[in-house]
């Protein structure tokens, strides 16, 4: 495969490699069997790294002793993250990472409303407003609807304005209607 691609990332692209499996089964959420009283799962199975891992060979400038402590386990994923891993499994794992809190911390079926292409596709859209010179309109739309009071009510205008014109976007390529 080397001489077919030039560079690790490209030959991840092109063959679509998945370092960690972001499905949540079926059944997650579900009632646990178990002779203790019921109980829902709510954290992530830790089954979800790609059986590739199985078979990756250790790079030597990537080899660290092992950690004594959560501020070395840091430093050390911070150093490993920046120089060993390839862009597509950083943009998979901080997915991951980002799946991990949300269900921690809000729920499973806050996660469920969160799109898996959260982090890709804002960034995206913060790139395009930002090589246009334009402002941050999806930070600033985040901070209208932010905490229990938002400062743009949701049940009022202008929300309903807002919800019309994006989601009239979201499915119209206005280009081709001007």
Known sequence: MAHQFATLSEAEEALQVDYINNDIPSDFGAVLQTSSPQRTATS??????SPIF???????KCAQPMTSSVGDLVREFILNFKNCMSHRLRTQLLD????ITIV??????????????????SLSGMKTLFMN????????L???FEGPSPRTPVNQMPYGLLDYVLLAVRFTDIKASI
């Open 104 to 121: 921690d911390s809000e729920g499973l079926d806050f996660h469920k409303f969160v799109n898996k292409d959260f982090l890709s596709s």
């Open 133 to 140: 010179s334009k402002q941050n309109l999806i930070f600033y």
């Open 142 to 144: 985040s901070k209208c």
């Open 44 to 49: 992530i199975p830790d089954n979800t790294l």
């Open 54 to 60: 199985l078979c990756s060979p250790t790079k030597t």
């Open 96 to 99: 991951h990472l980002l799946k």
